[in-house]
T-cell receptor
Framework: GAVVSQHPSRVICKSGTSVKIECRSLDFQATTMFWYRQFPKQSLMLMATSNEGSKATYEQGVEKDKFLINHASLTLSTLTVTSAHPEDSSFYIC????????????FGPGTRLTVL | GQNIDQPTEMTATEGAIVQINCTYQTSGFNGLFWYQQHAGEAPTFLSY????GLEEKGRFSSFLSRSKGYSYLLLKELQMKDSASYLC????????????FGKGTKLSVKP
């Protein structure tokens, strides 16, 4: 299957700082990438859909000014958590789709964010 | 709207068979996914059903009934490494990309 990487895998930051998470599709072109957030013992919640070359589509209740998404190329999407607060501590997972013949999304390994 | 229900937890014995059920309500239907997620890791794809019936893939099989809004994941010859959360997910909004996930069923396999 296709490989999706995320960087960093873990990050600890102070409250008020910004954190950037990268999601890369390594062996295919991803026209669409998805960003999810997962709190402990909860399911994945879709935050936004990132389309290459256009603005991201955010789910209801997700602040677009706080969670900045950029999908500048077919292999890279970034999520920036601005002015992070402890309640933003979570597991952030990206996934990539883009091949019309496939129905599955390929998930990155996730990024564990801890805001102190 | 969209809604997905799964049991929260299940326990089974190594070597046994377990069935994890999922019921869903969606406006429109574009298939149903099952994912496996070990603690602290990203989900991995198990199956995708878009037509009624059973699809078998090794020790794992997935069943779908569109008329009943029902699916199940069947795990045979359980192994300790199968202890994980199993997530049922459906696309919404007419797109195969945007997925709504159920809360997941945490399966514990005991010796």
């Amino acid at each position: 299957g296709a490989v999706v990487s995320q960087h960093p895998s873990r990050v600890i930051c102070k409250s008020g700082t910004s954190v950037k998470i990268e999601c890369r599709s390594l062996d295919f072109q991803a026209t669409t990438m998805f960003w999810y957030r997962q709190f402990p013992k909860q399911s994945l919640m879709l935050m936004a859909t990132s389309n290459e070359g256009s603005k991201a589509t955010y789910e209801q209740g997700v602040e677009k000014d706080k969670f900045l998404i950029n999908h500048a190329s077919l292999t890279l999407s970034t999520l920036t958590v601005t002015s992070a607060h402890p309640e933003d501590s979570s597991f952030y997972i990206c996934s990539a789709g883009g091949r019309p013949s496939y129905n599955e999304q390929f998930f990155g390994p996730g990024t564990r964010l801890t805001v102190l | 709207g969209q809604n997905i229900d799964q049991p929260t937890e299940m326990t089974a014995t190594e070597g046994a068979i377990v069935q994890i059920n999922c019921t869903y309500q969606t406006s429109g239907f574009n298939g149903l996914f099952w994912y496996q997620q070990h603690a602290g890791e990203a989900p991995t794809f198990l199956s995708y059903n878009v037509l009624d019936g059973l699809e078998e893939k090794g020790r794992f099989s997935s069943f779908l009934s569109r008329s009943k809004g029902y699916s199940y994941l069947l795990l045979k010859e359980l192994q300790m490494k199968d202890s994980a959360s199993y997530l049922c997910a459906v696309p919404y909004g007419g797109s195969q990309g945007n997925l709504i996930f159920g809360k997941g069923t945490k399966l514990s396999v005991k010796p």
